[in-house]
């Protein structure tokens, strides 16, 4: 008997560090695609403002709540703008963010090309 209750002990606290590795993962993950707004080129887990700290405690809190990764991250696109995401969605207002290096890599080849032919000739 006493060796089942150690059994049921050992497995509770395994598997509680087992969730709290993987919420610090996923808190990581997060914070990791967020831009911190007061130093502009860094993310809110690279950054240690006073900004970036406070995003993660609401990152933490969140989490806490049961609010999925995708409710987080519109509940921080509604607050601060798409801007703050680094991986912004596909519509209307970044479609040419998204295409431009397309067409950049289109117009490039179609110089080169075009170079080619004509030392060619």
């Given at each position: ?12 606290v ?7 590795a ?6 990581n993950?997060i914070?990791?695609?967020?831009r911190?707004?007061?130093?502009q080129?860094?993310?809110v887990?690279?950054?240690d403002?006073?900004?970036a ?10 989490l ?11 509940f921080f696109?509604e607050?601060?703008?798409e ?5 912004p ?10 295409l431009l290096?397309?067409?950049?890599f ?8 075009k ?7």
């Amino acid at each position: 008997m006493k060796y089942l209750n150690f059994l049921i002990i050992i497995i509770i606290v395994f598997n509680s560090n087992f969730l709290n590795a993987q919420e610090q993962k996923l808190k990581n993950e997060i914070t990791k695609n967020l831009r911190c707004l007061v130093c502009q080129g860094q993310s809110v887990y690279d950054s240690d403002t006073e900004f970036a700290n406070s995003l993660k405690i609401l990152v933490e809190r969140k989490l806490d709540e049961g609010l999925s990764e995708k409710q987080i991250y519109d509940f921080f696109k509604e607050k601060y703008g798409e801007w703050i995401l680094y991986d912004p969605q596909f519509n209307k207002s970044t479609y040419f963010l998204w295409l431009l290096p397309v067409l950049m890599f289109l117009l490039g080849g179609a110089i080169i090309f075009k170079l080619f032919i004509k030392k060619k000739n």
